[in-house]
């Protein structure tokens, strides 16, 4: 079992920045992938952003050049730092974690979510 944490949601103006962090802790192995999805309002979750444990990254286009996925392996945390949001960018934010490398967009735990509104 794997357990994930989230923390750094929050309210931001639009064009400001947040950053999300998550920890995983219980059966980690080192190769593994963690990312994040989110889910608007009335709307399916959508996958955004994966590293790998080696951190190849992958994103989803609506947040290339804005949103960069980074990870601490020693703290077995992953990062989403988000800048120049949007209003489009409201959501609940959940970290996953995937027990391997490979279809790095699917998810074998979920953490809690953490709300990220962007709004004036």
């Known amino acids: 079992q794997v357990q994930l944490v989230e923390s750094g949601g929050g309210l931001v103006q639009p064009g400001g920045s947040l950053r999300l962090s998550c920890a995983a802790s219980g059966s980690i192995f080192s190769i593994n992938t963690m990312g994040w999805y989110r889910q608007a309002p009335g709307k399916q979750r959508e996958w955004v952003a994966s590293?790998?444990?080696?951190?190849?990254?992958n994103y989803v286009d609506s947040v290339k050049g804005r949103f960069t996925i980074s990870r601490d392996n020693a703290k077995n945390t992953v990062y989403l730092q988000m800048n120049s949001l949007k209003p489009e960018d409201t959501a609940v934010y959940y970290c996953y974690y995937r027990r391997t490398w490979y279809f790095p967009s699917q998810a074998d735990y979920w953490g809690q979510g953490t709300q990220v509104t962007v709004s004036a």
């Open positions: 590293i790998t444990s080696v951190s190849s990254t």
